[in-house]
C-alpha cells in the first residue's frame, strides 16, 4: 500500500467502521427479505387452513341438497304409485260394471 494515500487520513479505525456499515445494511436488507419470505409462507399457510373448512361447508351443503332432491324424487315416486293404482283400481272396476251390466 502506498504510504501517501494513507498520510492524508485522519483516522483509519473511523474509515474502516464506515465501510462495515454497509454490512449491516445489507443485514438488514436480508432480514427484511426473511421477514416478507415469512409473511408469504404464513398467508400461504392461512388460506390452506381456509380451505378446508370451505370444502366441508360445500361438502355438507351437497350432502344436504342432494339428500333433499332425493327425499322429493322419492315423494313424487310415492305419489305416481298412487295415481297408478287408483288408475287400475278405476279401469278394473268400470271393466267389471261394463261386462256385468
Known amino acids: 500500500m502506498n504510504k501517501d494515500v494513507s498520510s492524508n487520513v485522519n483516522c483509519k479505525g473511523l474509515w474502516a467502521a464506515e465501510e462495515s ?6 443485514c438488514d436488507v436480508i432480514a427484511n427479505g426473511r421477514a ?16 378446508k373448512p370451505i370444502d366441508d361447508i ?18 313424487i315416486s310415492a305419489v305416481c304409485d298412487a295415481f297408478i293404482k287408483i288408475w287400475e283400481f278405476t279401469s278394473n272396476s268400470t271393466d267389471k260394471k261394463a261386462l256385468n251390466g
Open 21 to 26: 456499515s454497509h454490512f449491516l445494511d445489507l
Open 36 to 51: 416478507i419470505l415469512n409473511t408469504i409462507v404464513d398467508l400461504h399457510k392461512d388460506i390452506t387452513n381456509l380451505q
Open 58 to 75: 360445500i361438502d355438507i351443503f351437497l350432502l344436504e341438497q342432494c339428500d333433499c332432491i332425493f327425499n322429493i324424487l322419492n315423494d
